[in-house]
């Protein structure tokens, strides 16, 4: 198996033989137990079982979906009596992200060249999802992706980073935050035959999730010695640029970055009053101003898309921790 570098995530990327990031000294560590031991414990047989069953979990292909069943059962089975064995929870998080077919390298690739691409960090990965999905014949799964990320945050729970199989767990845990902080708001829309966008399914509860990525996956890749300066910014991109609006994290901010970041035109109007001129919304649908009242002019997107996305301190906000 290959390992991705957190000093630099893209190191042997192109080596890319499997398809899930599974750490070599699991296999290692249960092997040397299993010999001193002489007969293997009922978890360091469902530890092997699982690697085994991965092996053969591809996101790519959904008929490779029992095998990260699999995976996923016999690394439970471990977690079940021992919730915070590290090795079980990599196991099953990659189990979960076979089934939500997602492709851990491919997808943290994707999240390492957002800062250095021209194109805007939410249509690249628009673009990237898109090609997935096609080439995939399947779409992505927000409820195993969102279990990959619960089964490894118990796990991880409490645990110390500086040995590596810790810095694996948080290193793995920050890069599926980030990728869910990107994928799950662009699996939440829809788009009209004109190119409008719905973001009606961008709720309170689904920013929440959103939030919890984007202030845990910077500390959790911190944590585990990642030092890669654009991998960060990426991570905290989005968040920055609702905390730095003049209404701070909500679900309408998200939507309106949404709308301002993949829509084919610039909407006509947003949900909220960015650059504070009174003009927001559409005679439709009223935008609010920062003090709660009703905007007294609908319209003005391209200026408050142009506010909401460049806010006044993004570039030191993307470079410090967003806790």
């Known amino acids: 198996m290959i390992e991705i570098s957190q000093n630099n995530p893209t190191k042997?990327?192109?080596?890319?033989?499997?398809?899930?990031?599974?750490?070599?000294?699991i296999v290692a560590s249960t092997v040397a137990l299993g010999a001193l031991n002489g007969c293997p414990t009922t978890a360091e047989t469902n530890i092997e079982q699982a690697q085994f069953a991965l092996d053969h979990c591809n996101p790519a292909s959904s008929t490779a979906d029992t095998a990260c069943q699999q995976a996923v059962d016999d690394a439970n089975a471990v977690l079940a009596t021992d919730p915070t064995n590290v090795e079980a929870g990599i196991l099953a998080s990659s189990g979960y992200l076979g089934l939500a077919g997602v492709d851990f390298l491919q997808f943290a690739a994707k999240l390492v060249a957002l800062q250095s691409g021209s194109t805007n960090d939410f249509k690249q990965v628009q673009t990237l999802v898109s090609d997935v999905e096609s080439t995939n014949s399947r779409t992505i799964d927000l409820v195993q992706l969102q279990s990959s990320k619960?089964?490894?945050?118990?796990?991880?729970?409490?645990?110390?980073?500086?040995?590596?199989?810790?810095?694996?767990?948080?290193?793995?845990?920050?890069?599926?935050q980030a990728i869910d902080g990107?994928?799950?708001?662009?699996?939440?829309?829809?788009?009209?035959?004109?190119?409008?966008?719905?973001?009606?399914?961008?709720?309170?509860?689904?920013?929440d999730i959103l939030?919890?990525?984007?202030?845990?996956?910077?500390s959790n890749?911190?944590?585990?010695?990642?030092?890669?300066?654009?991998?960060?910014?990426?991570?905290?991109?989005g968040y920055c640029r609702c905390k730095l609006s003049l209404f701070g994290y909500g679900a309408a901010c998200v939507r309106d970055l949404v709308k301002c970041e993949l829509q084919s035109s610039t909407p006509t109007g947003t949900e909220q009053d960015y650059n504070n001129d009174g003009t927001c919304g559409t005679a439709a649908s009223p935008g609010k101003k920062a003090s709660g009242a009703t905007c007294g002019t609908a319209g003005g997107g391209t200026d408050d898309c142009a506010a909401l996305r460049s806010p006044s301190g993004l570039v030191a906000c993307k470079a410090s921790n967003t806790e």
């Open 12 to 25: 042997n990327m192109n080596q890319r033989s499997p398809r899930l990031f599974i750490p070599l000294i």
């Open 150 to 176: 619960t089964v490894l945050v118990t796990a991880m729970a409490g645990q110390s980073s500086g040995t590596p199989l810790n810095d694996r767990g948080f290193f793995q845990l920050g890069i599926i």
């Open 182 to 207: 990107f994928v799950r708001p662009i699996k939440s829309i829809s788009t009209d035959s004109s190119g409008n966008i719905d973001a009606s399914n961008i709720t309170d509860a689904t920013a």
């Open 211 to 218: 939030k919890q990525n984007y202030i845990n996956s910077d």
């Open 221 to 237: 890749l911190s944590t585990s010695g990642t030092t890669d300066d654009k991998t960060l910014k990426a991570t905290r991109e």
